[in-house]
């Protein structure tokens, strides 16, 4: 079992930068793919980028360059370094962890999630 707690969301004016933090328990937590996912109003929940256990990295096509995915192992905590923010990453961001992940950015290879955080970009 795998509980994960974000935190870290708030306001902010297009440009700047956040970082979230994703604060994981379980012993098995250096073992699963970790991944941010988001969803805006009426829309569906889309990823956002994947930390593989192997180390390996994957980012929507929208945040490259400007997010960056990454974990402290001995923190049990996942991050999601946010720079050169627009009014279209307004959303909930939610957490995710999994194992045996084939389709990174499908919500269904995932077992478990967090309660998300909110972000909010003023332009």
């Known amino acids: 079992q795998v509980q994960l707690v974000e935190s870290g969301g708030g306001a902010v004016q297009a440009g700047g930068s956040l970082r979230l933090s994703c604060a994981a328990s379980?012993?098995?937590?250096?073992?699963?793919?970790m991944a941010w996912f988001r969803q805006a109003p009426e829309k569906e929940r889309e990823f956002v980028a994947v930390?593989?256990?192997?180390?390996?990295?994957n980012y929507a096509d929208s945040v490259k360059g400007r997010f960056t995915i990454f974990r402290d192992t001995a923190k049990n905590t996942l991050y999601l370094q946010m720079n050169s923010l627009r009014a279209e990453d307004t959303a909930v961001y939610y957490c995710a962890a999994g194992r045996s992940i084939v389709f990174d950015t499908r919500t269904s290879q995932y077992d478990f999630w967090g309660q998300g955080t909110q972000v909010t970009v003023s332009s």
């Open positions: 379980g012993r098995t937590f250096s073992v699963y793919a």
């Open positions: 930390s593989r256990s192997g180390g390996r990295t």
